[in-house]
T-cell receptor, first 115, second 115 residues
Framework: GAVVSQHPSWVICKSGTSVKIECRSLDFQATTMFWYRQFPKQSLMLMATSNEGSKATYEQGVEKDKFLINHASLTLSTLTVTSAHPEDSSFYIC???????????FGPGTRLTVL | AQSVAQPEDQVNVAEGNPLTVKCTYS??????LFWYVQYPNRGLQFLLKYITGDNLVKGSYGFEAEFNKSQTSFHLKKPSALVSDSALYFC?????????????FGKGTTLSVSS
């Protein structure tokens, strides 16, 4: 399967600042990446679909001006949480689609804590 | 609309005993079904998938799952549980004719294996 990395693995920031999370596909060129967020002991909530070279598609209820997604290359997508607030604290996970049946392979996640 | 149900929040088994984690789905058309495992503060690891063919699918770490079309189920099984199997398990589905779309996840089931 595809190998996916995320950076940073965890970040703590002050309220009002912006945080950028990187998702890299290390061995696969990914035209599509997905961004999810996960609250403790809960399922994954799809935030947006990131398409290389075009605008991301956001799920209903996700503020596109707050969660900026850039998919500038086939191996990198970034999620920027702008003007972060404590309620944005969560576990953010990206995934790429590869292989048979478009299997999704996930990054290790980024734990964001906003103080 | 597509959906996945994992009726059990938690499954407790003793080491060496067989385990089953239940999953039922609803999708228009033929389903692609997946199981993932998540360890604390980590991303999701792919275990196995059903696309077509044999209803019994074998995956990583000795896990297997059986696709049952009439019952719209895809239960995860293992003949002999290990303490190290303790984790959060997610079932996911997508319609086979919706390539490139994100998987729909169940809420997750926590598996606890006691020694």
């Amino acid at each position: 399967g595809a190998v996916v990395s995320q950076h940073p693995s965890w970040v703590i920031c002050k309220s009002g600042t912006s945080v950028k999370i990187e998702c890299r596909s290390l061995d696969f060129q990914a035209t599509t990446m997905f961004w999810y967020r996960q609250f403790p002991k809960q399922s994954l909530m799809l935030m947006a679909t990131s398409n290389e070279g075009s605008k991301a598609t956001y799920e209903q209820g996700v503020e596109k001006d707050k969660f900026l997604i850039n998919h500038a290359s086939l191996t990198l997508s970034t999620l920027t949480v702008t003007s972060a607030h404590p309620e944005d604290s969560s576990f953010y996970i990206c995934s790429v689609v590869a292989g048979a049946a478009n299997t999704q392979y996930f990054g290790p996640g980024t734990r964001l804590t906003v103080l | 609309a597509q959906s996945v149900a994992q009726p059990e929040d938690q499954v407790n088994v003793a080491e060496g005993n067989p385990l089953t984690v239940k999953c039922t789905y609803s999708v228009s058309g033929n389903p692609y079904l997946f199981w993932y495992v998540q360890y604390p503060n980590r991303g999701l690891q792919f275990l196995l998938k059903y696309i077509t063919g044999d209803n019994l699918v074998k995956g990583s770490y000795g896990f297997e799952a059986e696709f049952n079309k009439s019952q719209t189920s895809f239960h995860l099984k293992k003949p002999s549980a290990l303490v190290s199997d303790s984790a959060l398990y997610f079932c996911a589905v997508r319609a086979s004719n919706q390539a490139g779309t994100a998987l729909i996840f169940g809420k997750g089931t926590t598996l606890s294996v006691s020694s």
